[in-house]
T-cell receptor
């Protein structure tokens, strides 16, 4: 499968701080997506990006599709305790809609 | 909405037995479903892509005879772990693709996962 490098692996931040995480790959993707997964549950889609250079927001979340189509970042502004969880990037390739997931970023928010 | 369910949510079985996991799209038709495996503190690894009415396409390194996938209808796909062993213990997650007509991308909606423990 495709290799997606996601960083950082984990983060410990104070409530109210902004957070940034990113994914890079040596492969080109058609679509970049960001998911959040809570323990024992399936991932939930946060943001989907479809065009190189696209910048999309969803509330306090902002994500961008890199110009080279090989990277993407996710920013969370003014973090709150319920932001705690594991965030995954995913890249989609080809016409068969396959997704390949990054290794995840575990976010911890101190109240 | 686009809700995907999985059944069972957790299962414990003895080594050597087979376990079937169901994935259903509840309020939409899914031409494609995907099966992932996730080990503790690791990412989701795509196992196979399942298209309704045709054979599943397996990712490299995934044994098709061990992980049997059936996609009999537009709302149901099943994964059967045959002759399960303790190393098959994992969190299995399915997703269903809802085709948006005329648009190339297909968003995936994930099920809640099935925790398999093989003793």
């Amino acid at each position: 499968g495709q290799q997606l490098n996601q960083s950082p692996q984990s983060m410990f931040i104070q409530e109210g701080e902004d957070v940034s995480m990113n994914c890079t790959s040596s492969s080109i993707f058609n679509t970049w997506l960001w998911y959040k997964q809570d323990p024992g549950e399936g991932p939930v889609l946060l943001i989907a990006l479809y065009k190189a250079g696209e910048l999309t927001s969803n509330g306090r979340l902002t994500a961008q599709f890199g110009i080279t189509r090989k990277d993407s970042f996710l920013n969370i502004s003014a973090s709150i305790p319920s932001d705690v969880g594991i965030y995954f990037c995913a890249g989609q390739v080809g016409n068969f809609n396959k997704f390949y997931f990054g290794s995840g970023t575990k976010l911890n928010v101190k109240p | 909405g686009a809700v995907v369910s999985q059944h069972p949510s957790w299962v414990i079985c003895k080594s050597g037995t087979s376990v079937k996991i169901e994935c259903r799209s509840l309020d939409f038709q899914a031409t494609t479903m995907f099966w992932y495996r996730q080990f503790p503190k690791q990412s989701l690894m795509l196992m196979a892509t399942s298209n309704e009415g045709s054979k599943a396409t397996y990712e490299q390194g995934v044994e098709k005879d061990k992980f049997l996938i059936n996609h009999a209808s537009l709302t149901l796909s099943t994964l059967t772990v045959t002759s399960a062993h303790p190393e098959d213990s994992s969190f299995y997650i399915c997703s269903a693709s809802k085709v948006a007509g005329g648009i190339r991308w297909n968003e995936q909606f994930f099920g809640p996962g099935t925790r398999l423990t093989v003793l």
